[in-house]
Nanobody, 129 residues
């Protein structure tokens, strides 16, 4: 069973940067589409950025140009580099995945949370002065 542990969150001032990490265990990430998602207080969970098993990336409009998703398959780890952070980026950030045999990339490229599983516990990101 694939399991994720997220880390790297914290309190940062507007304009600052954070790098989130998501370490996977139980399965290799080689054959999974992966994604980062977030949930702000009182709001629904939303997709931030997703990446196919072949490294095609998608980003929410709100983070394009500021966030970068990447993976290190040898370390079985997914990263989210977040720059120029804004208060509206505040929330709990989660990683999740879907196996390539469960869903073709075009069906999950929109980064809709209900298309993904194996959710981690999340890491809190707070952007505030």
């Amino acid at each position: 069973q694939l399991q994720f542990v997220e880390s790297g969150g914290g309190l940062v001032q507007p304009g600052g940067s954070l790098r989130l990490s998501c370490v996977a265990s139980g399965r290799s990430l080689d054959y999974y589409h992966i994604g980062w998602f977030r949930q702000a207080p009182g709001k629904e969970r939303e997709g931030v950025s997703c990446m196919s098993s072949g490294d095609t990336r998608t980003y929410a409009d709100s983070v394009t140009g500021r966030f970068t998703i990447s993976r290190e398959n040898v370390q079985n780890t997914v990263y989210l580099q977040m720059n120029s952070l804004k208060p509206e980026d505040t929330g709990v950030y989660y990683c999740a995945a879907v196996h390539v045999t469960s869903a073709a990339w075009p069906t999950v490229a929109s980064c809709a949370p209900n298309k993904y599983g194996f959710w981690g516990q999340g890491t809190q990101v707070t952007v505030s002065s």
